[in-house]
């Protein structure tokens, strides 16, 4: 499947989706709208304002979603200022549709354009520019893999071209409705007598899509929508040839291509093609000064590469191993390398990430990529992910997600062997294997509206404050919640001076939880234990359930108001 046919198709699914509902009113009106020359002599609407619309929405929001974190980064701007520079321009523009004066006043910067021009043509590319730096659609896959390659700045022909296909995608629905806006218009002799109410009215949308974009109104409103189009969104990424043309896991390039050649957990040394470069990194821990390390100058040396973020439950379990390679091959030419790539906003403080390489006794070097640069630049897709390096900067072993500790370490071994054959090694490290058994635990879940999974409420999960109420039947491996709740994109904290409920049925013989702010936890667990879980500070994890066996249980849970949940992990 081509990148052209999969950013049509997952530009068409978003532009039907409830995602285009709060730029409906606007699309509509703004394709008929008129202009006038002066304050009470409306001009003809062009007839290419609709298509204008179109193409100012699908410019800025291609050049936003490409380029736009790669010039914020560069200016050192927040992030959210292209946002409010749309809102901002989408006033004037509104303020201007209802008072001619002040239309005049935008205008004049460019009054050596023929009037005519400028009221016809000129507002309608402007309104367009304004809604493509604030509409944001939903995140499907194809979005997803956009939004890598810019904030990386991986950006090659194959992405520009999936960019322009997804937005073009987007436009044609979106057109379908600014025309239709335009010819009820002009079939509705009312508005042709009555130009200046359609101003208004057009005027009025503006505003009030600026103010509700300022208050995150549309979140609200597109969770009152069901999302019709999740099911066309699965079938057109879930296969074999859209996973390979996206790659999902991080764009191709001729620096990571040949990764591809090895194996997951390969028992086996193979020959996987120069080790991609570390780069974008934020901040180095455990080095002299905070020196950045480049590949490059550890030939000679075997190099481990770790992805890893400190509050995933399964890089907790995989740490130990990783400690203990370093501790016995440190000095047999080993070189450890932690690559920090965070899920959760939390994860990109480099004191919560130096508290937590300190608490796992990781002495190596941690680099903290906070952009995702070097996990896409690796390709990667996994916490944690383990990338074996030979002496002369060839990867030779993957391994991705907990396991398979033996096999890489009896290849670390045989690496360091094969650069030194008279190194006398040590004995093979015994740290045990914790890994719990495929299938045997309740998978990893979140409650952030950005990835949130295993919600089994009858209520819509989103982001925004809301009710819930406990489902009679709860299927295994699920939590859902009680009372009043505020979702936000990375956890989820009670809404109300009373708390939240949160029941979870799990298999595990563990549960652990996610947590940050200040309150408690009371758990009570279906085996008759019971337990008050403080909390405070920064997220971290916390044990909330112990020695259950790793058989299935329902632990319902109290959350007091002020506490952040983020996750539950299970071991």
Same mark, same amino acid.
């Given at each position: 499947m081509s990148l052209i046919i999969i950013g049509l198709l997952g530009g068409l699914i978003t532009g039907i989706s409830? *995602?285009?509902?709060?730029?409906?009113? #606007?699309?509509? /009106?703004?394709?008929? @709208?008129? &202009?006038?020359?002066?304050?009470? =002599?409306?001009?003809? $609407? &062009?007839?290419?304002?609709p298509y204008l619309v179109i193409l100012g929405l699908v410019t800025s929001f291609t050049i936003v979603t490409l380029i736009g974190t790669l010039i914020l980064g560069a200016l050192h701007l927040p992030q959210d200022?292209? +946002?409010?520079?749309?809102?901002?321009?989408? #006033?004037?523009?509104?303020?201007? /549709?209802? !008072?001619?004066?002040?239309?005049?006043?935008?205008?004049?910067p460019f009054q050596w354009i023929p009037? +005519? =021009?400028?009221?016809?043509? %000129?507002?309608?590319?402007?309104?367009?520019?304004? /809604?493509? $730096?604030?509409? !944001?659609? *939903? $995140?499907?896959?194809?979005?997803? $893999?956009?939004? #890598?390659?810019?904030?990386?700045?991986r950006i090659g022909a194959d992405t520009v071209l999936l960019t322009v296909s997804f937005a073009v995608g987007v436009a044609l629905p979106l057109l379908f409705f600014a025309l239709a806006g335009r010819g009820l218009i002009e079939r509705m002799k009312a508005f042709r007598t009555r130009e200046r109410g359609l101003r208004i009215a057009a005027g009025v949308a503006m505003l009030a899509l600026a103010v509700g974009l300022a208050f995150n109104v549309p979140q609200a409103l597109q969770r009152l929508v069901p999302d019709?189009? @999740? %099911?066309?969104?699965?079938?057109?990424?879930?296969?074999?040839?859209?996973? +390979?043309? /996206?790659?999902l896991g991080g764009l191709v390039t001729d620096e990571n291509r040949d990764l591809d050649q090895c194996t997951n957990g390969a028992d086996e040394l193979e020959s996987c093609g120069t080790a991609p470069r570390i780069r974008g990194i934020d901040q180095w821990l455990n080095t002299p000064d905070g020196a950045a390390i480049d590949l490059a100058d550890l030939r000679g040396k075997v190099v481990l590469i770790d992805f890893w973020a400190y509050s995933c439950i399964n *890089?907790? +379990? &995989?740490?130990?191993?990783? !400690?203990?390679?370093? =501790? @016995?091959?440190?000095d047999a030419g080993l070189q450890v390398i932690g690559v920090h790539s965070p899920e959760y906003a939390f994860e990109k403080d480099a004191g919560n990430v130096a508290a937590g390489a300190k608490s796992f006794g990781i002495e190596y070097p941690v680099a903290l990529d906070n952009n995702l640069s070097t996990w896409t630049n690796y390709r990667n897709r996994y916490w944690p992910a383990h990338y074996l390096i030979d002496a002369e900067g060839t990867v030779r072993h993957i391994a991705f997600g907990e396991g398979n500790y033996a096999a890489t370490e009896k290849l670390i071994r045989e690496l360091l062997q094969d650069t030194d054959p008279d190194a006398e090694l040590p004995p093979a490290t015994e740290v045990a294997d914790t890994t719990p058994d495929a299938g045997s635990t309740t998978p990893e879940t979140f409650l952030g509206s950005s990835k949130d999974v295993n919600f089994a409420g009858?209520?819509?999960?989103?982001?925004? =404050?809301?009710?819930?109420?406990l489902p009679e039947d709860q299927q295994a491996d699920s939590f859902a919640l009680d009372g009043r709740w505020r979702i936000e994109t990375q956890y989820a904290t009670p809404g109300t001076d009373d708390g939240g409920g949160i029941r979870l049925d799990f298999h595990a013989d563990e549960v652990r939880m996610v947590l940050a702010g200040d309150g408690e936890v009371r758990v009570r667990v279906d085996d008759g234990s019971e337990q008050i879980v403080p909390v405070s500070g920064t997220p971290r994890s916390y044990e909330v359930v112990t020695g259950h066996g790793g058989g299935a249980g329902v632990a319902e849970l109290t959350v007091s108001p002020g506490v952040e949940v983020y996750s539950f992990t299970f071991g």
């Open positions: 409830p *995602c285009i509902l709060p730029v409906l009113p #606007v699309i509509f /009106l703004t394709g008929g @709208a008129q &202009s006038a020359r002066f304050a009470d =002599e409306p001009a003809p $609407a &062009s007839r290419w304002r200022i292209i +946002r409010w520079f749309g809102i901002g321009v989408l #006033v004037l523009i509104g303020v201007g /549709l209802l !008072v001619p004066k002040v239309e005049q006043l935008l205008e004049k009037r +005519r =021009e400028v009221s016809n043509k %000129g507002s309608g590319y402007g309104v367009g520019l304004a /809604l493509g $730096a604030v509409f !944001v659609p *939903c $995140a499907g896959p194809v979005l997803a $893999a956009i939004i #890598v390659a810019g904030s990386t700045g019709y189009t @999740a %099911g066309l969104q699965k079938e057109l990424t879930d296969n074999p040839d859209a996973q +390979r043309a /996206l790659d *890089c907790q +379990r &995989s740490i130990p191993h990783v !400690v203990a390679w370093d =501790e @016995a091959y440190r009858d209520e819509p999960y989103g982001a925004g =404050e809301g009710d819930f109420a």
